[in-house]
């Protein structure tokens, strides 16, 4: 009985521990001779081309300067992720990441949604760390050899004529050669690419001419801290005040930091409480502590000035690194002394305290001893700093302010787009016209006012930002790729550089597969390889298409070539294709102009087809079997059929060998459930439920929605439920003014109005408030009465 129970878990234990052991990192001496892909910077972006690159079997190899992998979101402790509003969480490896965050922490009964006021997905570094050593594991059972290297630097690039054939890699005082087929730059700072020959950006000079005093983003030296409940060790306590903290230093926390528990005013100075909360992580600590944060990262108001020369110049980079991090040593002794958190400091318990990190404060401190009180303190600062701008190759196109732009303008739709991103284009200093790109982003590219004011959600970055000018067996990832100072602004974050170091990893093994350089590739074969990981590409969220049916491939296939168009973001997979929608297919994908009859009926689609592919060596089959019918194909059917065409047409390119397909066999349509469409209001809606706000979620995933209205009845007893459920003594009939306090509305006026009896409320509307209460309910345990029905 006990075997028969306990065996699957054993053998679980057993499979898992092996995979550890297996992704475990490798001394410089155990490493291969060559590898298919060489990466250096195990950082989001290196993390996610080792993930696809291995995934697809090429053999890799990963390297990290530091013992801590993770980059920026780990090592640096950047751990609340910088999400854009839509989609963002349903892509690729990124969507991976954040289920297993969310695993993580629902097994301890805790939320991860933590950060920016409860609103973000976030997690302990050390917790991020080990998920992603957890998922290169499972990667490496799809390939030969997938191994990790820590404290390793590639320090010589290996050539013949203008390709890339290996690298020299140093860890300490030795030295290894390896050969490689491609090799990928996914540092934080872009410190391989000059070793390649690549000409590059870095700030808004070329790297033929730099003025090394030129500003570029703040960096930020962050330290995560916790609350100790039993008290501060002494050894993490600042007792004197740190050298340098002088009285200007004090005056400008003074103006952004002060004692409070106010979350609402977005004035400076900010509370602690608003403090914590903006970088607030779980902590698995204090897991029964519902809606309090009790663990956040330093990241706020101790950014630093950064040059040009702090990139180009390691003794540079050095002093500004140590005088950032003595600015955040001063803002914990600001937080335990002024704002009198004496049971807050630095979190002991990361991890951080690594030989690697040792080493450098040791240094650091030989260099100023005056230092030495702060040792301990200091061995438990973050591994590395929050670098927002490294440099950038110039590739065969330079991604732009204005081709991300979400307000006024809308994103450029790239046929050739692997990647999305969706933050707002965000610039930590340094955003004066005489530091940017004008070449690129004229002055009114440049966004005025208030964070997003250009607004967010996704924009599409495209395969030729990937491939350099003329160098080749070489490949940018991380921030390093082909764009403008203002687009890095928008690309520069977690969720993007993981999802761009994905499309890289897919550009990398699909050269070596195909025997050609990253430039000779077809794109269509990125994009069919990434939808197939469950990536996405199409930067308007599919309204009637669920992301788990079959037809959510193909349409993204089609739509991001521009072979079919969405309507107001529908594709109307069970509608006839029109004859101006098949002459478009044709257009699109054959530059020719075809004429169509109505009705467009498979036997006449087929029979223009055949022709057309077959001047390209691809030869459509299953032609005898096509129903003789009056009826015209579905959106459905041609989207089904073109996205494989598109396929093999490239497969005909790339390989310049004949292709068959066949036409496809008809296939059920998959039934459209509308909590798939929208998985973050359906997500919002649970936890209304969980906490006896609503009865069910049927009537609001329905109305709840762009281009619909709920019944002002139902949305008056939703903010009924809210109110009694945070503020329970005040007056129903105050139920709107109670929400406006707590921050879920805006104003009064409209919603006195419209949430009555016999009146309407916008769905988009009613949708964001929906969010608001969710975000607020994920920080209070879940009522036992229950709501009436609404």
């Not at 009985?1 to 995979?19: A, G, K, N, W």
Request: glycine share 6%; with cysteine.
């Amino acid at each position: 009985m006990f075997l028969r129970f306990c065996l699957p878990s054993l053998l679980l234990l057993i499979t898992s521990t092996l995979l550890a052991q297996e992704a475990s990192p490798k001394p410089l001496k155990a490493l291969q001779e060559s590898y298919d892909v060489v990466i250096a910077g195990a950082g989001t972006g290196g993390f996610g081309a080792a993930m696809q690159a291995a995934r697809m079997g090429a053999t890799v190899l990963l390297l990290e300067e530091t013992d801590y992998i993770g980059g920026q979101m780990n090592a640096a402790a950047v751990t609340s992720m910088d999400e854009g509003p839509i989609i963002v969480r349903e892509r690729g490896l990124y969507h991976e990441f954040v289920d297993a965050v969310n695993a993580h922490y629902n097994k301890l009964g805790m939320s991860a949604e933590t950060a920016y006021g409860f609103r973000h997905i976030c997690m302990e570094p050390h917790v991020g760390q080990q998920i992603l050593y957890d998922m290169l594991a499972e990667a490496r059972t799809h390939t030969k050899a997938l191994d990790i290297t820590l404290q390793a630097q590639v320090t010589e690039v290996l050539k013949e004529g203008n390709a890339v054939t290996g690298v020299k890699i140093t860890s300490g005082k030795k030295t290894r050669t390896i050969q490689s087929k491609i090799l990928m730059d996914a540092t934080e700072w872009g410190d391989v690419i000059p070793l390649t020959g690549a000409r590059y950006r870095v700030g808004n000079c070329f790297n033929d001419n730099v003025d090394m005093k030129r500003r570029i983003q703040d960096l930020t030296w962050t330290a995560v801290i916790k609350e100790y409940p039993q008290g501060v060790p002494d050894e993490l306590v600042i007792h004197e005040a740190p050298p340098g903290y002088t009285p200007a230093v004090h005056q400008g926390f003074v103006r952004t930091l002060a004692a409070g528990d106010d979350i609402l005013s977005k004035e400076a100075p900010w509370s602690f409480e608003r403090f914590i909360r903006y970088r607030g992580m779980p902590n698995s600590e204090q897991p029964n502590k519902v809606g309090v944060i009790t663990r956040t990262h330093m990241n706020f108001n101790n950014d630093h000035p950064t040059t040009i020369g702090d990139v180009e110049d390691l003794t540079s980079r050095q002093k500004t690194l140590r005088s950032a991090m003595l600015k955040t040593l001063h803002l914990l002794y600001y937080v335990q002394h002024t704002i009198g958190k004496t049971d807050w400091s630095v979190a002991n318990d990361e991890g951080y305290d690594t030989p690697y990190n040792r080493a450098q404060m040791d240094a650091w401190i030989a260099d100023q001893p005056e230092l030495a009180p702060y040792r301990d303190i200091l061995y438990h600062f973050s591994i590395m700093a929050y670098a927002r701008e490294s440099r950038r190759i110039v590739g065969l196109h330079t991604l732009r302010a204005r081709e991300i732009e979400r307000k006024p303008r809308q994103p450029t739709e790239f046929i050739n787009t692997i990647a999305l991103g969706d933050y707002a284009v965000d610039l930590h200093g340094s955003k004066k016209p005489e530091l940017l790109e004008l070449d690129l982003d004229p002055v009114e590219d440049i966004p005025q006012g208030s964070f997003g004011s250009h607004g967010t959600g996704p924009f599409a970055i495209p395969f030729e930002c990937f491939i350099p000018e003329t160098v080749d067996g070489f490949i940018p990832a991380e921030k390093n790729i082909s764009q403008s100072r203002l687009a890095n602004g928008a690309t520069r974050l977690q969720p993007s550089t993981m999802l761009m170091g994905q499309a890289a990893g897919a550009i990398a093994a699909l050269a070596i597969q195909n025997q050609v350089q990253p430039r000779q590739l077809d794109p269509i074969l990125v994009q069919d390889t990434l939808l197939k990981t469950g990536d996405t590409l199409q930067i308007t969220p599919l309204k009637d298409i669920a992301k788990t049916s079959w037809e959510w491939q193909p349409a993204q296939m089609v739509t991001v070539r521009g072979l079919m168009s969405l309507k107001e973001g529908k594709f109307l997979p069970d509608q006839p294709l029109t004859p101006e929608a098949a002459a478009q297919i044709f257009k699109c994908a054959f530059d020719q102009a075809v004429k169509f009859p109505t009705p467009v009926t498979p036997t006449v689609f087929a029979e223009k087809l055949k022709k057309a592919l077959a001047e390209h060596q691809v030869t459509l089959t299953g032609l005898d079997n096509l129903a003789k019918t009056s009826q015209a194909m579905t959106r459905r059917e041609a989207a089904d059929l073109m996205a494989q065409g598109l396929v093999k047409l490239a497969q005909a390119r790339q390989t310049q060998t004949p292709q068959t397909f066949a036409w496809p066999a008809p296939r059920t349509p998959t039934p459209i459930d509308l909590a798939e469409i929208s998985p973050q209001l359906a997500a919002d809606l649970r936890v209304l439920i969980d906490h006896k706000l609503i009865s069910s979620f049927d009537y609001w995933i329905a109305h709840a929605t762009e281009n619909s209205t709920c019944s002002g009845k139902n949305v008056g007893i939703l903010l009924k439920n809210t109110a009694r459920s945070l503020q329970p003594q005040r007056p129903a009939d105050e139920a709107v003014m109670t929400c406006v306090e707590e921050g879920i509305l805006g104003t009064p006026g409209y919603w006195q109005k419209s949430a009555v009896e016999g009146s309407t409320c916008s769905g988009t509307n009613v949708q964001t408030v929906i969010r608001r209460i969710a975000q607020i309910m994920l920080t209070k345990k879940p009522l036992k009465a229950a709501a009436p029905s609404a």
